[in-house]
């Protein structure tokens, strides 16, 4: 009986201790100033040329649908995965759900250019992509 309380004990703590922690998505500090402010910029022109009444629409591969999707923040968290930058955005969809997009920013010349998006999660189920070597 003792060792079932403290299994229960444990998994609650467990629980609660993840139920806490902040959902952030990964961060590069080394990527700062203008880098960080100009990646940013190139989403929110990708997204602001492909929003059409107010909506991105962004071809879902894995359930094979178009997504109609509305811009509820874009997300502070760069990486740098095989010569792109990552970033993403929380959008919802037509049905209600919170999808998390993941825009590839990919430098070119003197510029930063948004080149797509990739549904990484919906309603915080998330997805696996590999970005490899070109």
Do not use: W
Not at 2 to 16: E, F, S
Not at 37 to 51: C, D, L, P, R, V
Request: aromatic letters at 6%; proline letters at 2%; one cysteine or more.
């Amino acid at each position: 009986m003792k060792r079932l309380i403290n299994n229960v004990v444990t998994r609650a703590i467990a629980i609660t201790l993840f139920l806490a922690m902040p959902l952030h998505a990964a961060d590069d500090p080394s990527i700062k100033g203008d880098l960080r402010s100009n990646i940013k910029a190139s989403m929110q022109k990708y997204i602001s040329n492909n929003t059409v009444d107010g909506h991105l629409f962004l071809y879902d591969a894995v359930k094979g649908n178009l997504l109609k999707l509305k811009l509820d923040e874009l997300h502070d968290g760069i990486v740098e995965k095989s010569g792109f930058y990552v970033s993403c955005a929380d959008f919802k969809d037509q049905n209600g759900r919170k999808i998390d997009v993941d825009f590839l920013v990919r430098p070119t010349g003197k510029q930063l250019l948004t080149t797509q998006g990739i549904v990484h999660s919906i309603n915080g189920n998330k997805r696996k992509y590999h970005l490899e070597k070109i």
